[in-house]
C-alpha cells in the first residue's frame, strides 16, 4: 500500500485506498492511527484519512429517527420485532466463518472449485433466510404474543416485513466476504455508505406515511439495494448478483 500511495505522490495523482482495523481497533469507536493493520508507513504517506465504524446508536438509527417523528411507545414495538426478527444472525455468520477458509484455498488453487463453493454458500444463506421468512409470516402472531403479550401485537406486522431483510443480510454477508478476498475493502465501504442513506432517506419518506411499518420497509428496501442493487450496477461484482439469481434455481440445487 505505501509503494502505491509512493507512486501517487511522484506521479502528482489522487490515490483513494482502503485498509482494516487491528484487533485493538475493531472494538474501538475513536480509531486512531496505531489501530490500523498495516505498518506505521500507512498513515505516514496519507494525506487525509476517515474511518468506518459501528455503534449501537449507528445500529438503531432508524429508532431514533421513529423516536423523533413518532413517540416511545412506537420506539418499543419497533425494537421488540427487529431484535427477534435478527435473532437468528449468529447461524449464516458460523456458516460462512466455517466455510469461507475452504472457498478461500480453492481462490488460489482452482479458480472453478472458488465459484463453485462460493454458490454453494449463496444456497445455503438464500434458502435458509427464505424459508425462516415464510415461517415467522405464518407465525408472527403467534411469537409475538408468545414472547412479549399480547398486548405487543403491532409488532407482529413489523417483524413480518423485518424478517425479509434478512434474505439480503444474508447475501452482504457473503457478498463483504468476496470483496475481502477479493482485497476490495473500498466496495465494503461504498456498500455501507450506500445502504446509510437509502435507510435515512426512505425514513424520512415512509415513517411520515406509514409509521412503524415503513421504517421495516425502509431497512429491507437498504439492505436490498446494497446487496442485490450495488453488486448488479457495478460489472466487476456483477458476477456476485448472478450468484443471487442462479440461487433460486431449484433443478440446479435438487438434481
Known amino acids: 500500500a505505501e509503494e502505491l500511495r509512493g507512486l501517487a505522490v511522484e506521479f502528482k495523482v489522487p490515490i483513494m485506498s482502503a485498509t482494516q482495523t487491528n484487533r485493538q481497533g475493531f472494538q474501538n469507536t475513536d480509531v486512531g492511527l496505531e489501530d490500523t493493520s498495516e505498518s506505521f508507513g500507512l498513515p505516514a504517506t496519507a494525506d487525509f484519512m476517515f474511518a468506518l465504524i459501528s455503534t449501537e446508536d449507528l445500529q438503531e438509527l432508524d429508532q431514533v429517527m421513529i423516536k423523533h417523528m413518532i413517540d416511545e411507545q412506537a420506539v418499543g414495538l419497533y425494537a421488540i420485532a427487529t431484535r427477534l426478527s435478527t435473532a437468528w444472525y449468529f447461524i449464516p455468520i458460523a456458516i460462512t466463518s466455517s466455510m469461507f477458509p475452504a472457498i478461500l484455498n480453492a481462490k488460489y488453487n482452482n479458480s472453478s472449485i472458488y465459484h463453485q463453493r462460493l454458490q454453494t454458500l449463496y444456497d445455503i444463506l438464500v434458502w435458509m433466510a427464505i424459508l425462516i421468512a415464510i415461517a415467522i409470516l405464518f407465525l408472527s402472531e403467534s411469537i409475538i404474543d408468545l414472547l412479549v403479550g399480547h398486548e405487543y401485537a403491532p409488532a407482529a406486522s413489523v417483524l413480518s ?12 454477508l457473503i457478498n463483504n466476504k468476496f470483496f475481502e478476498a477479493e482485497n476490495r475493502q473500498i466496495d465494503i465501504l461504498y456498500r455501507s455508505l450506500m445502504g446509510v442513506s437509502v435507510n435515512i432517506i426512505l425514513n424520512i419518506i415512509l415513517i411520515k406515511k406509514y409509521g412503524i411499518y415503513g ?8 439492505q436490498f439495494t446494497t446487496s442485490i442493487v450495488y453488486t448488479y450496477l457495478k460489472k466487476d461484482s456483477r458476477i456476485l448478483f448472478f450468484m443471487f439469481l442462479k440461487s433460486f434455481d431449484a433443478r440446479r440445487i435438487f438434481s
Open 215 to 222: 421504517a421495516a420497509l425502509a431497512t429491507v428496501a437498504a
Open 161 to 172: 416485513i423485518a424478517i425479509i431483510a434478512g434474505i439480503f443480510t444474508n447475501i452482504g
